[in-house]
């Protein structure tokens, strides 16, 4: 099974500053079809989790330009650049490439 | 809308039975390949089960293989995921997902004796 670390586990944070969270794989996520299934979510206290960034760096629609993707391989970063007050809640990296899905531990995030 | 609700959970003893429904609206479950996942009292987030949009193709976590049983009925529009021989280690919230983009709220399963 893929192992996925994030780092940190969680993060105090001051409104309107830039945040970012890191995961990493145990192996390389490239799919034998040349994409990287590599995705965020996002859960609120109380809520779902919600697909923020799928293959590192795509945006859902409706999610706002502050969140960024990046990465390549093993090693992946999501970014806020100006974090808000509804972006409090716990940040799952999760990678799709291969079964088992597998998660990182989460990161909270906190003001 | 465009939603899924799951229905089903419950308090249950370990070793037993229950299924899960989630029923879609706003769109045609056919078109979709879905998950299950579930998420234990405070604890991370863990895949159980795929199902593509025919059918054709079903994979589960070791945790959950040879008990959970995950299946589709594209013209109820609805997916199912029977569990059994369930342990106190199943107790969770439990969501279906159109691929990873769209989450149900949840049903509660509690196994305890």
């Known amino acids: 099974d893929i192992m996925m670390t994030q780092t940190p586990p969680s993060s105090p944070v001051t409104l309107g500053q830039p945040a970012s969270i890191s995961c990493r794989s145990s192996?390389?996520?490239?799919?034998?079809?040349?994409?990287?299934?590599l995705n965020w979510l996002h859960q609120r206290p109380g809520q779902p989790p919600r697909l923020l960034i799928y293959?590192?760096?795509n945006r859902v629609s409706g999610v706002p330009d502050r969140f960024s993707g990046s990465g390549a391989g093993t090693d992946f970063t999501l970014r806020i650049t100006r974090v808000e007050a509804e972006d409090v809640g716990v940040y799952y990296c999760?990678?799709?490439?291969?079964?088992?899905?597998?998660f990182g531990q989460g990161t909270r995030v906190e003001i | 809308e465009v939603q899924l609700v799951e229905s089903g959970g419950g308090l249950l003893q370990p070793g037993g039975s229950l299924r899960l429904s989630c029923a879609a609206s706003?769109?045609?479950?056919?078109?979709?390949?879905m998950n299950w996942f579930r998420q234990a009292p405070g604890k991370g987030l863990e895949w159980i089960s795929y199902?593509?949009?025919?059918?054709?193709?079903?994979k589960y976590a070791d945790s959950v293989k040879g008990r959970f049983t995950t299946s589709r009925d594209n013209a109820k529009n609805s997916l199912y995921l029977q569990m059994n021989s369930l342990r106190a280690e199943d107790t969770a919230r439990y969501y279906c997902?159109?691929?990873?983009?769209?989450w149900g709220q949840g049903t509660r399963v509690t196994v305890s004796s």
């Open positions: 999760m990678q799709s490439t291969q079964f088992p899905r597998t």
């Open positions: 997902v159109r691929g990873l983009d769209l």
């Open positions: 192996q390389s996520l490239v799919h034998s079809d040349g994409n990287t299934y």
């Open positions: 293959r590192i760096s």
């Open positions: 706003g769109f045609s479950l056919s078109s979709y390949y």
């Open positions: 199902i593509s949009s025919s059918s054709s193709v079903i």
